[in-house]
């Protein structure tokens, strides 16, 4: 069974550093690109960039590019996304997704069940 | 980036209904658009893939259609638990943007 556990909650003050991770089971975690897609409270959804952890090949959204660091560890078959000086406006839920390709459309098939990041002075 | 505009942004409906989702594209995005839906605390789920395909184990009632820039979510016979909300989502090129979603309300 196709699986992606993310670490727990966090609550930060402002200006701390965070990390957080999704862990990947069941399938070939080297071999799938993993996503990570924010959701601010009460709003939609926002990709932030990919990452393929086999080689780390990463692609960032330009909304994201430079405030946060995805990275992956494929001994550990996980990967991450950090933060090195957290702004309240980073607050929100943070999900990992695996991505496949069917009928040539990438697509987010498997999704993790969250991780909730405040930001609170 | 590609810009993904649903309509309408929330719908009041009721148990049997047929419904409706539109989402448009700001370019041609061929049939590189997905759909998922999402239920309160819980992460989003893959409901249609390419456009029309149905992601396995998603109930028949679920259908897309549509390519270019103009795609419709369909769902026939509406059952309780399909109030939720739904997300269009284009994988033609990165930033694989989502479009602002679309809540079914209980008429």
């Known amino acids: 069974e196709v699986q992606l556990v993310q670490s727990g909650a966090e609550v930060k003050k402002p200006g701390e550093s965070l990390k957080i991770s999704c862990q990947g089971s069941?399938?070939?975690?080297?071999?799938?690109?993993i996503a990570w897609v924010r959701q601010m409270p009460g709003k939609g959804l926002e990709w932030m960039g990919i990452?393929?952890?086999?080689?780390?090949?990463?692609r960032n959204s330009p909304s994201f590019q430079g405030q946060v660091t995805i990275s992956a560890d494929k001994s550990i078959s996980t990967a991450y996304v950090q933060w090195s000086s957290l702004k309240a406006s980073d607050s929100g839920m943070y999900y990992c997704?695996?991505?496949?390709?069917?009928?040539?459309?990438?697509?987010?098939?498997?999704w993790g069940q969250g991780t909730l990041v405040t930001v609170s002075s | 980036d590609i810009q993904m505009t649903q309509s309408p942004s929330s719908l009041s409906v009721s148990v049997r209904d047929r419904v409706s989702i539109t989402c448009r594209a700001s370019q041609t995005i061929d049939n590189y658009l997905n759909w998922y839906q999402q239920k309160p605390g819980k992460a989003p789920k893959l409901l249609i893939y390419a456009a029309s395909s149905l992601q396995s184990g998603v109930p028949s009632r679920f259908s897309g259609s549509g390519s270019g820039t103009d795609f419709t979510l369909t769902i026939n016979s509406l059952q309780p638990e399909d109030f939720a909300t739904y997300y269009c989502q284009q994988s033609s090129s990165a930033p694989y943007t989502f479009g602002q979603g679309t809540k079914l309300e209980i008429k």
């Open positions: 997704a695996r991505m496949t390709v069917s009928r040539g459309c990438n697509n987010f098939d498997y």
């Open positions: 990452i393929f952890p086999r080689d780390s090949d990463t």
């Open positions: 069941g399938y070939n975690f080297n071999n799938y690109w």
